[in-house]
């Protein structure tokens, strides 16, 4: 299996979180998706990543088709463990979060962050590259804090974000939070629920590879790996 995907683009963090608990060590393809590569845009015409290709050459491209992809090919094997529940109103919630951290938090706090501070910097200017804009970095810095106050929130109900075991939902928040977190942007004095939930998936063996994720020329904030952070 491959999986086309950017060290710092979030739902490539997820889908790398996923297989991790499926115990599927996928080949990692990095894509640079601003070049716009031909044989990429045959794979996925959106050139967005990731995209998944089997070892059969299936492709399978995008966040939600991924997730769903897996959980309908693996997910019955994993019985407890599975990632979407069996239950169609566990299931309904879990596609909610899913889709609030993978949309809604991409939107208004990844997505502009990382692109700001990372991409912009190896994007030549002729395509969008060029210095970071302070004032789309200080507006995804204030929309993190009612994204932390919601998990706490969730939190003080539920033992995951969606129920009682960890699911896609807690995976999608997670991989949307730790780019932000290599980055020093996550407020973990906001909210001390947010930070506990964050502590225990961050300790799971499927994050160790993000953990261990270094950038040239720009370090991991000193709270990034640390698991008592």
Known sequence: MQLYHHPFCAHSRLVRLALGEMGIEPELIEE???????????????????????DDGFVVPGIDPITEYLDETRGSALGARRLLPVHIGERVEVRRLS???NHKFFAEVSE????????????????????????IIRAARANIRYHLQYIGWLLKARNWL?????????????????????LGDVPWDE????????????????FRPLLALTMAGMPPAPCYADLDF
């Not at 502009?112 to 190896?122: C, G, H, S, T």
């Open 32 to 54: 640079r998706v601003w070049e716009r590569r031909p044989d990429f845009l045959m794979l996925d015409p959106a050139g967005a990543t990731p995209v998944l290709v089997e």
């Open 99 to 101: 889709s609030w951290f």
């Open 112 to 135: 502009p962050l990382v692109r700001e501070k990372v991409y912009k910097r190896y994007t030549p200017r002729e395509l969008g590259g060029g210095p970071p804009d302070m004032a």
């Open 162 to 182: 969606a129920g009682d075991r960890m699911s896609y939902a807690d995976l999608a928040a997670a991989a949307h939070i730790s780019s932000v977190d290599y």
């Open 191 to 206: 909210d001390e629920g947010a930070k506990i939930w964050y502590a225990r998936i961050k300790s799971r063996p499927a």
